[in-house]
């Protein structure tokens, strides 16, 4: 008898919070049968107001730090492997959701590895293609992606989720891309459009 499989979304969080923080965001959307995996960053980090948690170091420009992006990045890919072998993901179905730093990260293992997942949720991020992660042109088109970006965004300005999406194109990935009047957030007009796309792509 043949295993069922199920679309899967493995959710990356951003910088200084924890493994829980985006369990509320995909709960809001309303999915039906769908495996939730949410890894936590490897770094610790001390904000003054407690702990949290990290992909990355922060270098120059605010950028990833080399060292500590690339041993996240190999550790990512490696658990994403192993969830895909250990749980029933439909491999057609399996998506990465990541907001700041975590879109940073779910770029970055999408990019190298366009087998790995079907599709990318970006929330408020950017290609790091400082660290020769640009994808090449012609190189994705099975891949899907949902990028959405606040205007107003003070942390990673909206210029760079634009040139996200400039990439992609090039690189013939099915791209959808939102702006929002907002900071460094995601609001209910995002889970709005996000509601609509990740359930056509999961159906």
């Not at 679309?7 to 995909?26: E, K, V, W, Y």
Request: glycine letters at 8%.
């Amino acid at each position: 008898m043949k295993k069922s499989t199920y679309p899967t979304i493995a959710a990356l969080h951003g910088r200084g919070t924890d493994a829980n923080d985006l369990l509320p965001l995909i709960q809001s959307l309303a999915l039906e049968d769908v495996l939730v995996i949410a890894p936590r960053a490897p770094l610790q980090i001390n904000l003054g107001l407690g702990q949290g948690y990290a992909w990355y170091d922060l270098g120059e420009e605010e950028g990833p730090r080399p060292q500590t992006f690339r041993l996240s990045l190999e550790l990512l890919r490696r658990f994403l492997a192993e969830i895909k072998a250990a749980y029933p993901v439909d491999p057609e179905r399996f998506v990465l959701l990541g907001f700041s730093q975590g879109t940073v990260m779910a770029y970055a293992a999408g990019l190298t590895d366009p087998i790995l997942v079907r599709a990318i949720v970006a929330l408020s991020g950017y290609i790091p293609c400082r660290l020769d992660l640009s994808p090449e042109p012609g190189k994705l088109s099975r891949l899907r992606v949902f990028i959405s970006h606040g205007t107003f965004d003070e942390i990673i300005p909206v210029q760079l989720g634009r040139e996200a999406v400039e990439l992609l194109k090039e690189a013939k990935a099915d791209v959808v891309y939102r702006e929002y009047p907002m900071g460094h957030e995601v609001r209910e007009e995002t889970l709005r459009d996000l509601e609509v796309w990740i359930k056509q792509l999961l159906s």
